[in-house]
């Protein structure tokens, strides 16, 4: 099915350890994102990409890394983790900026521990 | 003033029901408009852009005030399978993102 297409679905990791979520995408979209969800947060955007080779900081950036690896995919790192991004991950795709919203992958639930 | 504000709920509602939703936003410059809706457990999916004349997507409708920076979302007849929390998402945040309201959420009972 076209979309967008996250792993792991779910992960737990240890204080300190580090790892990379992945995201593609096979709509060509242009654009990709990433978010985390909290409860009583909201999403926050974390990094974004608003085409090939270029990675901007959203609202909530610091402990992440992003690498836009192609058009298609959009890795997040945590180099470091900590229990305060224990959080559901979400990446997204647009085509055209924002204009017409963005598709969803399904989600990384993250539990540091 | 948060960029986009909406009554957290829950709104429990019999069968049948219909309800309202409203929205609030900030930036004034904003050109793009949508409800999205997110099931437990799940990504947001988008339910319906808004615009400025008002549309309808069968039970759907959304409004848009731009003067008042308002937006809202009307469900009538309301099904067992529209309980979720609802999204409202507006662009142009200082980045030209979208910008996601914490959501409404609804349960319809039976």
């Known amino acids: 099915n076209a979309g967008v297409t996250q792993t792991p679905k779910f992960q737990v990791l240890k204080t300190g350890q580090s790892m990379t979520l992945q995201c593609a995408q096979d709509?060509?979209?242009?654009?990709m994102y990433w978010y985390r969800q909290d409860p009583g947060m909201g999403l926050r955007l974390i990094y974004y990409s608003a085409s090939e080779g270029t990675t901007d900081k959203g609202e909530v950036p610091n402990g992440y890394n992003v690498s836009r690896l192609n058009k298609r995919e959009f890795s997040l790192r945590l180099e470091s983790a900590a229990p305060s991004q224990t959080s559901v991950y979400f990446c997204a795709s647009s085509a055209a900026g924002s204009i017409y919203g963005y598709t969803f992958g399904s989600g990384t639930r993250l539990t540091v521990v | 003033r948060k960029e986009v504000e909406q009554d957290p709920g829950p709104f429990n509602v019999p069968e049948g029901a219909t309800v309202a939703f409203n929205c609030t936003y900030s930036?004034?410059?904003?050109?793009?408009f949508f409800w999205y809706r997110q099931d437990c457990r799940k990504e947001p999916k988008l339910l319906m852009s808004?615009?400025?004349s008002g549309n309808e997507d069968g039970r759907f409708t959304a409004q848009l005030n731009r003067a008042s920076q308002y937006i809202s979302l009307l469900i009538r007849d309301s099904k067992l399978s529209d309980s979720a929390t609802y999204l409202c998402v507006v662009h142009g945040g200082s980045q030209g993102n979208l910008i996601f309201g914490k959501g409404t959420k609804l349960s319809v009972k039976p």
């Open positions: 930036n004034s410059a904003s050109q793009s």
């Open positions: 808004v615009y400025s």
């Open positions: 709509m060509n979209h242009n654009s």
